[in-house]
């Protein structure tokens, strides 16, 4: 007979880096006895990885954390003992402060920790840890391989995780608080990674950092690689046929990246490349070190680099002094970009950072106002986006299985979400589709004998 596994259940909130660093403690803790459960009445541990960019994000922790202390007390009283796990950018940014304000978590582990989770929850056992120290030693060091039969269940794309922190010190965000300074991982290190994903079947992969562009590794050797030396060699794994990578500061988007993305078929034509406002006064308030014309320069170069290229980006509506003319100046900006996707969000204020104690806070109504009338607009871009992809064929990786029987749902090279009538044995492939119809979200197409951008049309054209 084999011994009981004890249950873990994990929930996630915030970025992709969470959704990875979720996977790596699901990893770290396998080797402790832990499954996986999707059931919190019977789990023996729950972690919850948070996420403090925005204050609303915060404030979800502790009513989940309310939410399960009951379940804990429940379970108490048929004798069962139930840890609680806060980690993630929460547990790093407050501290002692959750165990004072929720007295029923047993232990805090920040971001750089999880390596030591054995040992935390050892010690957990004696009464409340809190470790959010940051320790000396890479975690990436001492964390267990990926697991890849976890992510094998989870479909043919993956995360990796390349590059941490951020030395930018936007004056809005508490990342580089939370996450702490700029760190690569070493070259070796990632590929050794990715070539266990793509023997795992992972088709795509998205390297991550808080400001990935900035990546700047080493191999054993010693070499300097920079984010394009580093796709280059992805590239070259076979099997992994698609690189995206997220997020970048236009201040990182150097040369070699751009020519990078004219260069690399497998660097997906799509890039995430925040601006978070139009205006140069609020720009230079935020702390970005760039203008507005940086920004559109730069996208001038990106597309002549990769003409079919689409752009995703982030605003923040409200930043402390934002005026009705600045305001303008974001809207200008989305319209003059075309987005195919972007993120907007109403400033926050975070505890130790600059812009925090600013005067000018924007009132509540005038940012939301405010945030509708960008969304509007971005929405329509969006659309616009989509249904300009109708007629047209292209590559996409079929993901998952779709909502109706006999579909599957992938994601084209520019990340729009395709529904596709196809056979089950054809997950974890790419496969030729032509698009018939566009959603705002979405879009449909069905599967054609050729693969590569438009190449229905080119063989139509010439015969
Ligand atoms: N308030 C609102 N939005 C924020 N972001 C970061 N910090 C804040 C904040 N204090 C947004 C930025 C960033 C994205 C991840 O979250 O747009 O690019
Ligand atoms: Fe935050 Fe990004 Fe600015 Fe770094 S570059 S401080 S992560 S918004």
Redesign the pocket.
């Given at each position: 007979m084999t011994a009981s596994l004890k249950k873990l259940f994990v929930k996630t909130f915030g970025c992709q880096m969470n959704v990875y660093d979720s996977g790596r403690m699901v990893d770290a803790l396998a080797g402790e006895g832990y499954e996986t459960t999707e059931r919190l009445d019977e789990a023996d541990l729950v972690i919850l990885n948070t996420c403090h960019i925005r204050e609303k994000a915060a404030e979800k922790v502790y009513s989940e954390i309310g939410r399960i202390r009951a379940v804990k007390e429940a379970r108490r009283s048929d004798g069962k003992q139930t840890l609680i796990g806060v980690a993630g950018c929460v547990a790093q940014a407050e501290g002692e402060e959750i165990v004072r304000r929720a007295p029923a978590v047993d232990l805090v582990v920040g971001p750089q920790s999880y390596h030591r989770l054995p040992d935390i929850l050892r010690r957990a056992q004696q009464g409340s840890v809190v470790e959010t120290e940051f320790p000396v030693e890479d975690k990436f060091d001492h964390l267990p391989g990926v697991t890849t039969g976890r992510l094998r269940k989870a479909g043919p794309t993956a995360f990796l995780t390349i590059q941490e922190g951020?030395?930018?010190?936007?004056t809005?965000?508490?990342?580089?608080y939370t996450?702490g300074a700029e760190v690569s991982r070493p070259v070796e290190a990632i590929l050794a990674e990715a070539s266990a994903l793509a023997e795992a079947g992972m088709r795509e992969v998205t390297l991550l950092g808080?400001?990935v562009n900035a990546y700047h590794g080493e191999d054993r050797a010693g070499r300097e690689y920079g984010l394009a030396d580093l796709i280059r060699a992805l590239a070259a794994i076979d099997g992994l046929e698609r690189i995206r990578y997220t997020?970048s500061?236009p201040r990182d988007m150097d040369d070699a990246l751009i020519a990078a993305h004219r260069d690399i078929p497998e660097l997906m034509p799509y890039l995430h490349l925040?601006v978070?406002s139009g205006s140069d006064r609020i720009l230079a308030a935020m702390n970005?070190r760039h203008t507005r014309d940086d920004y559109l320069g730069l996208i001038d170069r990106i597309r002549e680099a990769r003409p079919n290229i689409a752009m995703s980006g982030d605003f923040i509506v409200g930043f402390p002094g934002e005026t009705d003319a600045d305001f303008e100046d974001t809207l200008r900006i989305v319209r003059e970009v075309g987005y195919a996707h972007a993120f907007s969000f109403k400033y926050s204020p975070r505890p130790g950072t600059p812009a925090a104690g600013l005067g000018a806070q924007v009132p509540e109504a005038v940012m939301k106002a405010r945030l509708a009338a960008l969304q509007a607009v971005i929405e329509d871009g969006q659309r616009a986006f989509n249904s300009a992809t109708v007629g047209r064929s292209f590559d996409v990786l079929l993901e998952k299985p779709g909502r109706k029987p006999g579909q599957l749902v992938g994601r084209s090279p520019y990340l729009q979400s395709v529904n596709v009538d196809a056979p089950a044995h054809l997950r974890g492939e790419i496969v030729g589709v032509r698009i018939t119809s566009a959603g705002p979200n979405s879009l449909f197409g069905e599967m054609t004998a050729v693969r590569g951008d438009d190449a229905l049309a080119r063989m139509e054209a010439v015969s």
């Open positions: 951020c030395d930018k010190f936007c809005f965000c508490v990342v580089p996450r808080q400001n997020t500061h925040p978070q970005r």
